[in-house]
């Protein structure tokens, strides 16, 4: 069951492998490995922190399990792009509720000036 689980990702580590140029990675090989990273932060994170550090790890899942469904979309070549639309989305879900925790307005002002 546990080896099931990380199948996907283990094929997606050896087609990296495979690959002759770093142009020819696709986007749901990166986005496994970064979504499979966030989900492990996201879960430390709430293990140490506070509830609401929940909605990252899930947002991160999410982000994982779309890469790879893509991936399983290429493979047997059928288009992929509405997922790629969708793991934008999650990313800008992300990085907006990361800004609005970290930064204030004057941050940004200083930051351009």
Do not use: H
Not at 33 to 62: E, I, M, N, R, T
Not at 70 to 76: A, F, N, P, T, V
């Amino acid at each position: 069951m546990v080896a099931d689980m990380f199948m996907p990702l283990l094929r997606n580590v050896s087609d990296m492998r495979s690959l002759r140029t770093v142009y020819d990675l696709e986007d749901y090989q990166v986005g496994m490995l970064f979504g499979a990273f966030l989900g492990c932060v996201g879960c430390y994170q709430l293990w140490k922190a506070a509830p609401s550090v929940f909605v990252d790890a899930a947002l991160a899942y999410g982000f994982y399990k779309l890469s790879v469904v893509s991936s399983e979309l290429r493979r047997q070549g059928k288009c992929n792009d509405l997922l790629a639309r969708l793991k934008f989305g999650i990313v800008a879900i992300m990085a907006t509720r990361d800004f609005r925790k970290s930064y204030e307005l004057m941050d940004f002002v200083k930051l351009v000036c």
